[in-house]
Antibody, heavy 115, light 107 residues
């Protein structure tokens, strides 16, 4: 059974940093392309970032809204993907989901950016 | 970026009704279109991938169609458990983009 579990969310002040973790199981993680997607309080879904597998040189892609502030990474030995979020803004407030092939999603972790 | 315009944004229907939800892309997405169901407090769940392929375990009353810029999700006979918000996603190009959602309620 495919499982994805996101952790690391919380309340953070604007300008601060937070690192999200997505631990996975039930599929061959090392071959998978992983994405982070977020859902705003208004329920709009927004793709955030993607990381490809080793055979694709771990290429990464970002939404313009987070480029230069967020970094996606992975550790194949731990079957985990990460999202380092720096210089957070109030508009980054959302539930953050990790997904594999846009098919399987975790339960999400809530990030609230507020002073 | 490819814009996804989803309609209607709200839909009220009765049990047994045939329901259709539409997504229109701002350019050709070559059938790289997924449909998701999201129930209150849950993560989105994949229903249909690449326009018309039913995800494993999804009831056959759900189906998808379309090509080019226009895509449709159809529920052939609405059931009470289908009350949810439905989203489309284009994965033809980056950035991936979602439709604005259709909230489906029972009449």
């Amino acid at each position: 059974e495919v499982q994805l579990v996101e952790t690391g969310g919380g309340l953070v002040q604007p300008g601060k940093s937070l690192k999200l973790t997505c631990a996975t199981s039930g599929f061959t993680f090392s071959n998978a392309w992983m994405d982070w997607v977020r859902q705003s309080p208004e329920k709009q879904l927004e793709w955030v970032a993607q990381i490809k597998d080793k055979s694709n040189n771990y290429a990464t892609y970002y939404a313009e809204s987070v480029k230069g502030r967020f970094t996606i990474s992975r550790d194949d030995s731990k079957s985990s993907v990460y999202l380092q979020m720096n210089s957070l803004k109030e508009e980054d407030t959302a539930i953050y989901y990790c997904t594999v092939a846009s098919a399987y999603w975790g339960q999400g972790t809530l990030v609230t950016v507020s002073s | 970026d490819i814009q996804m315009t989803q309609s209607p944004s709200f839909l009220s229907a009765s049990v047994g009704d045939r329901v259709t939800i539409n997504c229109k892309a701002s350019q050709n997405i070559n059938k790289y279109l997924n449909w998701y169901q999201q129930k209150l407090g849950e993560a989105p769940k994949l229903l249909i991938y690449n326009t018309n392929n039913l995800q494993t375990g999804i009831p056959s009353r759900f189906s998808g169609s379309g090509s080019g810029t226009d895509y449709t999700l159809t529920i052939s006979s609405l059931q009470p458990e289908d009350v949810a918000t439905y989203f489309c996603l284009q994965h033809s190009s980056r950035p991936r983009t979602f439709g604005g959602g259709t909230k489906l309620e029972l009449k």
